[in-house]
């Protein structure tokens, strides 16, 4: 949603930066993950910092396809690493989440977190599915840059709870708007 709306709007003010530092977008992808994997760590012990050292690892996967775009290095194989190493983002950092609130003693909090994670999971698949079936299926409310702004707002606020209740409603509600639209689009194409 963030991303069709705003699309990339950070090209321009990051355009210099990716001049200047000229790295390979695939290593700034592996750099950005690495930060997260440190933020996972960081996460099971503190959310505030945690979240903000997740908002880093953010930072250079917005980058990556700045960089890509810039030094005209756009790949079929960077789009996918780039999109494997978000999924493995997504559960390094739900993980941590519900393992820091399972110490806490919030064994509703992470189960809350597991559920995120389950439906993040699932809006990949269901799109990475309609895609590979010839469909468009970039629909819905939550996509990546939404999930992660809520779970820092929630993390750096003191609020993650709250927020988990928010988003694991919103990623599965997300997941059956696609299901909604493959269906309709399923429905709708010419018979043979």
């Known amino acids: 949603m963030l991303g069709e709306k705003f ?22 992808s592996l750099t950005g993950f690495a930060i997260t994997i440190g933020a996972s760590f960081l996460l099971v012990s503190d959310l505030f910092w945690g979240a903000l050292a997740v908002l880093a690892g953010a930072f250079f996967d917005i980058l990556d396809g700045v960089a890509a775009r810039v030094h005209q290095k756009e790949s079929d194989f960077g789009a996918f690493l780039d999109s494997v190493l978000d999924r ?61 702004v809520l779970f820092v707002a929630g993390a750096v606020t003191g609020m993650i709870e709250p927020v988990l209740w928010l988003l694991l409603l919103l990623t599965h509600l997300t997941a059956l708007q696609r299901i909604h639209h493959v269906w309709r689009l399923s429905h709708n194409k010419p018979g043979p």
């Open 88 to 148: 493995y983002s997504d559960s390094l950092i739900f993980i941590a989440v519900g393992l820091h609130l399972l110490r806490k003693g919030s064994l509703t909090g992470a189960v809350l977190s597991i559920g995120v994670l389950a439906g993040s999971l699932i809006i990949s698949y269901t799109r990475a599915r309609a895609e590979g079936l010839g469909m468009s299926c970039k629909v819905g409310l939550m996509e990546r840059p939404e999930r992660i």
């Open 7 to 28: 699309g990339h709007f950070l090209d321009k003010p990051l355009t210099p930066l990716v001049r200047i530092i000229a790295v390979d977008p695939n290593s700034l």
